[in-house]
């Protein structure tokens, strides 16, 4: 039989396209054998409904069987988590740049809101600006120092409303974020956002809140994203009217303090974070900053600075109430430090790196207690050979400080309350040691965790000198199960008696 050219051709293309499609599958093969070990999911939704509300906890418990990097598929969304210090060490000291973007969920895309600001916002030339504009200007070492006068004030009002209580229960979780709350009105607006002649501030209160609970809900369409226009849930819906709320009355304080620059009356003799913004005219190097995007970044402070520093405070009280030695050896330092001769001496701030033990006591809440327990979801830019892995471009990046926190590698009986385990020690939870990282690490380290160190432990140190404290219902009511929105919070609100101190500790007490 006759092979005509046009023949041979015909087979030459089938045996080429052939060769081709048995090398992709080859190699899809071998990519994926190359996958992080992780659990069995099911079609189409992968490992969604293995994980429970408490997926931080369900990580963790799975490291024993698949170790400490895991890999996952929730809905169409690739996964890893990382879940031990020597993978942390990993990510941010040698693949930073790999994982540099954040995963965005679609509720907060309304109103542009991730653009705004710093902590989701892609890594781009307007991200490395707002960075090294809030670090040179706004939370600077100086800067804080500066700021002490507010935080002084708020801290003042605090105590005023819990004696405003006379010795009743008090909802202190609830107390200690709306004075964080004020506190980042003064940082951002040079103002206290709540207060009784203001109802624009607690329309304003309301809808953050509003804001912090829809930000914290499971979306299908971050799963699916084909279903994102459909919006399923409704929760970008939801999202557009509270936010929308909220931005009215950012907008107004913006244009306001627009028009006193442009008139040249400003009344305001500090520099807080909107003037920081606005003053950014921009250059050749660095873009200005669009009203539109101010407006998110003042919405991004008040998001992520009022409940992730009174979460943690809440998480401190309860476990020193659980820990009565724990609580005896902070009252007798605060009384060797702050002073004895009366109870109701002031803390300073230039105090506080005196107090070694309340110290390593915020240190161990934020151990147990990480306010943002996966971190923020960072995303993978491109392919990337990770530990031996293959992790490919566009998957989800999740670091479980958490397990990390309660990681036996790491901790000597990593499940208790033992500030003692940072006495002398050099771990500290600014990026450098992986079994620690509260705020995270590398480029995308919280920017204002110094601030946040600062603040907690003027908090701590002055509600705990000035008041003797009990749980409502006695230290074995306190309920330290915990509950996931935007940050960990307890499940149970603390529920406390504060007693005004009437007396000091005795020479023996305060040796302790």
């Not at 809101?113 to 030339?125: A, D, I, Q």
């Not at 004696?163 to 709350?181: K, Q």
């Not at 990480?370 to 990337?384: E, F, G």
């Not at 590698?409 to 450098?432: H, L, M, N, T």
Request: proline share 5%; net charge neutral; with cysteine.
């Amino acid at each position: 039989m006759e092979t005509t050219f046009g023949d041979l051709t015909f087979l030459f293309i089938v045996f080429l396209l052939s060769a081709t499609l048995l090398l992709l599958i080859s190699r899809k093969k071998t990519r994926t054998s190359r996958r992080p070990p992780g659990p069995p999911g099911w079609p189409v939704f992968g490992n969604m409904f293995d994980l429970g509300s408490m997926s931080h906890q369900t990580l963790h418990s799975l490291r024993t069987k698949y170790g400490p990097v895991i890999w996952l598929r929730l809905g169409s969304m690739n996964t890893l988590v990382v879940q031990s210090a020597m993978a942390a060490a990993e990510l941010f000291k040698y693949h930073d740049l790999d994982f540099p973007d954040r995963k965005v969920p679609d509720a907060l895309t309304a109103w542009n809101y991730h653009e705004g600001g710093l902590s989701l916002n892609s890594y781009s030339p307007y991200w490395r600006m707002l960075r090294r504009l809030y670090s040179a200007e706004f939370l600077s070492a100086k800067r804080i120092n500066d700021t002490a006068a507010m935080r002084r004030k708020c801290v003042d009002n605090l105590v005023k409303w819990i004696e405003a209580e006379n010795g009743g229960e008090v909802d202190i979780g609830h107390l200690l974020f709306v004075a964080s709350f004020n506190l980042v009105g003064n940082l951002v607006l040079s103002r206290d956002v709540l207060s009784s002649e203001s109802e624009e501030g607690f329309e304003f209160f309301d809808a953050m809140n509003n804001v912090m609970e829809l930000g914290g809900k499971a979306n299908l369409a971050d799963y699916f994203p084909f279903l994102r226009r459909l919006d399923p849930a409704g929760m970008k819906r939801e999202m557009v009217r509270e936010m929308g709320r909220a931005r009215r009355i950012v907008e107004k304080f913006v244009k306001d303090r627009i028009e006193e620059k442009k008139s040249g009356r400003e009344i305001n003799d500090e520099h807080d974070l909107l003037d920081v913004l606005l003053n950014q005219k921009g250059d050749a190097k660095d873009p200005p900053v669009p009203e539109s995007k101010a407006i998110n970044a003042v919405l991004e402070m008040f998001f992520a600075g009022s409940e992730t520093t009174s979460s943690s405070t809440e998480w401190a009280m309860a476990e020193l109430l659980q820990n009565p030695s724990s609580m005896r050896k902070v009252k007798a330092e605060l009384d060797r430090v702050i002073g004895r001769s009366s109870s109701s001496s002031k803390v300073e701030e230039g105090q506080l790196e005196e107090l070694q033990y309340l110290q390593a006591v915020v240190k161990e809440t934020l151990r147990l207690h990480p306010a943002v327990p996966l971190l923020l979801p960072r995303n993978a830019v491109k392919d990337t050979d990770f530990m031996g892995y293959f992790i490919p471009k566009d998957t989800q990046v999740l670091v479980n400080v958490w397990g990390i926190g309660r990681d036996g590698d790491s901790w000597d009986e990593p499940s208790a309350f033992r500030p003692e385990r940072f006495i002398g020690s050099s771990v500290e939870y600014k990026g450098q040691n992986f079994e620690l990282l509260p705020f995270g690490a590398g480029r995308r380290i919280c920017v204002g965790y110094s601030l946040a160190h600062r603040t907690i432990l003027l908090v701590l140190a002055t509600l705990l000198h000035l008041f003797d404290w009990e749980a409502a219902g006695g230290a074995e009511s306190v309920d330290m199960r915990e509950r996931m929105g935007i940050t960990l919070r307890k499940l149970v609100p603390l529920k406390v008696v504060p007693r005004r101190r009437a007396e000091l500790l005795t020479e023996d007490e305060a040796k302790i």
